[in-house]
């Protein structure tokens, strides 16, 4: 069992940065790999980024490819997602999720993610 607790959304303007971050309690996350995902309102829930558990190996949908890095500190049970040049529809609130088994296959399905967080919300003004 593992509680994830995401900090660090917020209100920013078109073309800025947010750094989310997501602490997890309970079992230790280097046991999962780890995932963000989004929801717009109104939409369905979409993956963002996921990380291996070693933090070797990531995933990131085409839609943030090369403007947001999802990263790791076992020591610390974190994962951190650093989003830059963010757009209006990067507004969403951001989820974190925990995958105790794989990683390479169905990596973006949120089916196959054990935990999930509450929630931050991002929101990006033009």
């Known amino acids: 069992q593992v509680q994830l607790i995401e900090s660090g959304g917020g209100l920013v303007q078109a073309g800025g940065s947010l750094r989310l971050s997501c602490v997890a309690s309970?079992?230790?996350?280097?046991?999962?790999?780890m995932a963000w995902f989004r929801q717009a309102h109104g939409t369905e829930r979409e993956f963002v980024a996921a990380i291996i558990r070693s933090g070797g190996i990531t995933r990131y949908a085409n839609s943030v490819q090369g403007r947001f890095t999802i990263s790791r500190d076992n020591a610390r049970n974190t994962v951190s997602l650093q989003m830059n040049s963010l757009k209006p529809e990067d507004t969403a609130i951001y989820y974190c999720?925990?995958?105790?088994?794989?990683?390479?296959?169905?990596?973006?399905?949120?089916?196959?993610?054990?935990?999930w967080g509450q929630g931050t919300q991002v929101t990006v003004s033009t």
């Open positions: 309970g079992r230790t996350a280097g046991s999962y790999a």
């Open positions: 999720a925990a995958r105790s088994v794989g990683f390479y296959t169905n990596t973006d399905l949120e089916s196959q993610y054990d935990y």
